[in-house]
């Protein structure tokens, strides 16, 4: 199964739901129909993107099809697709193809950040770069041993510390091994808090700044948001919190192999002008994919364009 | 921060004062407002759209159209139906008289499995009871070093078996418990997607071979629309009995919890507060309810304030009991009549007191007079009325700038009151005496609560706020 199909297929209910819709308008006519409206804009809330956007968006596809007499389903459709895939910020640098590159990964519990370091490590090494991780969680139990295991898979170095050991203190240490190694990829996982914690908060804008100053200019320094697909509406609080703490450069998005659609990181990446670098669509070490708009929006609609 | 319900059905409903009464329209204003609440909180969409029918139906009646305060009263209906929707049944953690009993939790990547599996084991530890904990994850690497991490800071043994064969893990540490003397295995799932046949197939099978009393699905309160989609695709697969929230030490509002209770109609049991062992905390459904509403500090802050209140009163209450009721207390009980207004209708209700004002004209100056009198006496005296003797009552008398008559008749107000309570006191079962340090304690066999009621209510007629 192509990645596109993959997405698809996990977006496939809601497209179900569009395209039944749709067959209605085809009949109906665009302007008079109100229940399909409404249809699409429950189909918008459930995936996430928020009631007040999901009003926005339709009440303006409304118009946009009233305006340009869109006659049917099809071009209903795409003038969506169009919609929603210029809501998201797009991608200026790509962390993971500089050629002196540094990430951290932050992110709420839970959200997948050591799952993703170990994937990303991979991908890094078959595309031949020198990569090194940073165990930077020395909080939660067993972390370490977690990103070790990952490390192995990867045949990767991993600097790490005894847990409770100081985060800032190891990201310092594994520049320094970065610049032994020379390695071109610096992926460093960092301990999952709440954004509501204001110590741990504080904490991780010493590990970032320790970071950003140890890196001085030799790496490229991203801090990367690892965020959950299943999270709702408080998933843009989050981000605030940590992009006013960290100054974030994008994010990451996980779990969309299942059937949550991820619709918070649209308005996130809208409103906080975050690009979205990757996105994971399955568990296996392969299934962190690149984050294209159009074929997202094309998925979540159910139209086919490009792949 | 996000606006409040309460904030936002007052903006709705304060244009309409001046035509003082709501027409349909109106309430339909403040439907789409609750909607939009709702939907903030994360509430599924489809539930919202039954919620807000059904309130919509309940605002329409006459209560809500002759109130004052509309808006008041639309959040009152919307704070109730979600507390009922949230919790009108049982929620507690019920062991079965099964040795060992075993509780699994099941829950999707990432939601706090491990975690609320500790934290639960503590929680029985607490309880006196002794746990051992299963680590069935046999996939995300070093999940089993996780939980023995966490098993160790909480001093409870972690079985790991082959660490290969979820079914065959969880069924040795059954064995395990029987020979080892444990009496609750806490069975530690992977995190499994509820679209994956296999994984959930595998749950299904670690079910089906250790018959757990109890599965606990954990739910994280983050969680958006999606979580109607994850609980039903696991209570129609592997079932479960009851839910926990985790991550509620954030600021999301949760509304995934009504999601899960409307959908799939099973209890939820505990929230998670934290990273610390002890933060699992009973479910209360009142202010899950305010939290979702977005009326949460509020509430907290409230609550804070009522407890402190409520802890003086209590300990005022316990010690009048203990040491009996003292002139001290009558004087509070006076100045509290100040607060509350007319004179002859606290008398009435001060136990005993009633005999004493019949025919007698009262009038505020008598409260200024009582308060002069025990103003004059003693710290000693006021604590021990009984050495007040002539003597005493004449220099009293003379501080207060009153005769010795009124002196004597306050006195025998006094003494009345305190042989009602006494009475009362009785009554109540309660007997005054030493060593009853444990104060409402002693009430328990009575009933507890409404006997405290009682109680309440009368220190509340005495004015001891």
């Known amino acids: 199964m192509s990645f596109f199909e993959r997405l698809k297929s996990g977006l496939s209910k809601s497209r179900e739901r569009i395209n039944e819709s749709l067959n209605v308008l085809f009949e109906m006519g665009p302007d008079v129909n109100p229940e399909f409206w409404d249809d699409l804009e429950e189909t918008l809330v459930l995936s996430d993107m928020g009631a007040p956007a999901s009003d926005k968006i339709v009440s303006e596809l409304q118009d946009y099809s009233t305006k340009k007499g869109l006659g049917g389903a ?19 640098i790509d962390p993971f193809t500089q050629e002196k590159s540094c990430v951290l990964f932050v992110g709420i519990n839970g959200a997948g950040k050591t799952t993703t370091v170990g994937k990303l490590a991979n991908e890094g090494v078959e595309r031949g770069n020198s990569v090194l991780i940073g165990s930077a969680d020395t909080f939660r139990a067993a972390a370490i041993e977690q990103l070790d295991v990952w490390g192995k898979r990867a045949n990767v170095e991993i600097v790490k510390r005894e847990r409770g050991s ?49 890196a001085d200019g030799k790496y490229r320094v991203f801090v990367v948001l690892v965020l959950d697909a299943t999270t709702g509406q408080n998933g843009l609080q989050q981000a605030k919190e940590f992009n006013k703490a960290l100054e974030l450069d994008g994010l990451i998005v996980t779990k969309l192999d299942g059937t949550a659609k991820g619709g918070i990181a649209v308005a996130i990446s809208h409103e906080l002008e975050l690009p979205i670098y990757k996105i994971g669509v399955g568990e296996s070490i392969e299934d962190l994919k690149d984050f294209n708009p159009d074929e997202y929006a094309a998925a979540l609609i159910g139209e086919k364009q490009g792949a | 921060m996000f606006d409040n319900l309460a904030d936002r059905l007052q903006g709705v409903f304060d244009g309409l004062k001046s035509k003082g009464r709501l027409t349909e329209e109106d309430i339909s204003k403040a439907m789409k407002e609750i909607r939009m609440a709702l939907l903030e909180a994360d509430v ?104 023995e991490t966490l098993g160790n800071e909480i001093d409870v043994k972690v079985f790991r078996g082959d660490g290969k064969d979820p079914v065959a893990i969880a069924q040795s540490a059954i064995k395990f418990a029987v020979d080892d003397l444990k009496d609750v295995v806490i069975v530690d799932t992977a995190g499994r997607l509820h679209v994956d046949e296999a994984m959930m197939q595998e749950a299904k099978n670690i079910k089906a071979a250790v018959k757990p009393d109890q599965v606990l699905m954990v739910v994280d309160a983050m969680t958006g629309q999606d979580i109607v989609t994850v609980v039903e695709a696991f209570a129609n697969e592997v079932d479960f009995d009851g839910v926990i929230i985790s991550k509620l030490d954030g600021d999301a509002r949760g509304g995934g919890a009504l999601s899960v209770r409307a959908v799939t109609g099973k209890p939820i049991k505990f929230v998670s507060m934290g990273e610390k062992p002890d933060s699992l905390e009973v479910f209360h459904p009142e202010r899950m309810a305010k939290r979702i509403l977005g009326m949460g500090d509020v509430v907290s802050l409230i609550e804070k304030a009522q407890k402190a209140a409520d802890e003086k009163q209590i300990e005022d209450a316990e010690r009048i009991l203990r040491d009996g009721f003292t002139l001290e207390d009558f004087l509070k009980s006076i100045k509290g009549m100040r607060k509350m207004g007319g004179l002859n209708s606290i008398m009435s209700a001060l136990p005993g007191a009633n005999k004493l004002t019949q025919g007698a004209d009262l009038d505020d100056s008598m409260i ?40 004597n008749q306050l006195l025998k107000i006094f003494n009345d009151g305190t042989k009602a309570m006494k009475k009362l006191q009785n009554q109540m079962g309660g007997k005054k005496g030493k060593g009853k340090r444990k104060g409402f304690g002693g009430f328990g066999k009575m009933g507890g609560m409404p006997d405290m009621g009682d109680l309440k209510s009368m220190m509340d007629k005495l004015g001891l706020k």
């Open chain 1, 74 to 92: 099809g071009q209903v459709k795409k003038a969506l697709v169009e919609q929603i895939a210029e809501i998201f910020t797009p991608v200026e």
């Open chain 1, 166 to 214: 100081d985060p800032a203190s190891v990201c310092f240490d594994t520049l320094d091994r970065a610049d032994e190694l020379g390695s071109d990829l610096v992926l460093i996982d960092t301990a999952g808090r709440l954004h509501t914690s204001q110590d741990l908060m504080r904490e991780l804008a010493k590990v970032v700044n320790v970071t950003r100053k140890r």
């Open chain 2, 44 to 147: 599924n969409y489809k539930i919202v759209k039954d919620f807000t029918n059904k309130i919509k139906e309940r605002a329409l009646g006459a209560d809500v159209l002759e109130s004052l305060t509309p808006g008041q009263q639309v959040v009152k209906i919307v704070l109730d139906e979600l507390t009922s929707l949230l919790g009108d049944t049982e929620s507690k953690l019920t062991l079965t008289s099964r040795i060992p009993n075993v509780i699994m939790l099941v829950g999707l990547q990432g939601s706090g499995k491990t975690t609320a599996a500790a934290k639960l084991a503590y929680l029985l530890k607490e309880q006196g009871r002794r746990p051992v904990l299963a680590a069935c994850d046999v996939y995300r690497p070093a999940a089993a070093d996780q939980l």
């Open chain 2, 368 to 407: 200024d007079r009582m308060e002069a009198i025990i103003y004059s006496m003693t710290k000693e005296e006021r604590l021990k009325p009984k050495i007040i003797n002539g003597p005493r009552r004449a220099r009293i008398a003379k501080g207060a700038g009153v005769e010795v008559y009124d002196v």
